[in-house]
């Protein structure tokens, strides 16, 4: 029989939060949160959409864009998704790449968090897409915040 093995590195799918923090800035900040609180170095995933992961998709191939960031692979190797998500709200995620990555991870079984400058989605909307915890952080110390808790979640 073969080895099981458990993911224990999560993967950090992030959009910018704002001109000062990219979404390399943000996916790292988070990161190092991560990593000064025990858990082990995330994937670090930053999402190239102009706009941030709730960004107007329309002319966007979502399905292209994660299958060129090769998402899928690295989602299913990891221990849970987190996205990093400058404003989660129920009518500017529909179709966007947020909605898209929070589906994949809970159609594969993969847990996912969220970390938000702004949250404006409802109890019901959370649960639609199956987001375990949302933490709003607005800033770069924030988000370190915010993956020193996570790192004591996961």
């Known amino acids: 029989m ?3 093995v458990i993911p224990q590195a999560a993967l950090i799918a992030s959009g910018p939060f704002g001109n000062a923090l990219s979404a390399e800035r943000v996916a790292l900040a988070i990161a190092q949160g991560m990593c000064a609180g025990g858990a082990p170095e995330p ?3 930053p999402i190239p959409v102009d706009r ?3 960004s107007d998709v329309g002319a ?3 399905g292209a864009l994660l299958e060129e960031l090769d998402f899928d692979v690295r989602m299913r190797r990891a221990r849970a998704v987190i996205l990093g998500e400058r404003q989660l709200e129920e009518r500017a995620l529909r179709g966007s790449v947020a909605f898209e990555i929070a589906t994949r991870a809970r159609q594969a079984g993969v847990p996912a ?3 938000t400058a702004s949250n404006a989605l409802d109890r019901f909307d959370a649960r639609i897409l199956d987001l375990q915890v ?3 952080a607005k800033d770069k110390r924030g988000l370190t915040s915010a993956g020193r808790k996570l790192a004591r979640l996961l």
């Open 2 to 4: 073969p080895d099981v």
């Open 43 to 45: 994937d670090l995933c």
């Open 52 to 54: 941030g992961l709730a």
């Open 60 to 62: 966007l191939d979502v």
């Open 113 to 115: 968090y969220a970390v």
């Open 134 to 136: 949302i933490i709003e």
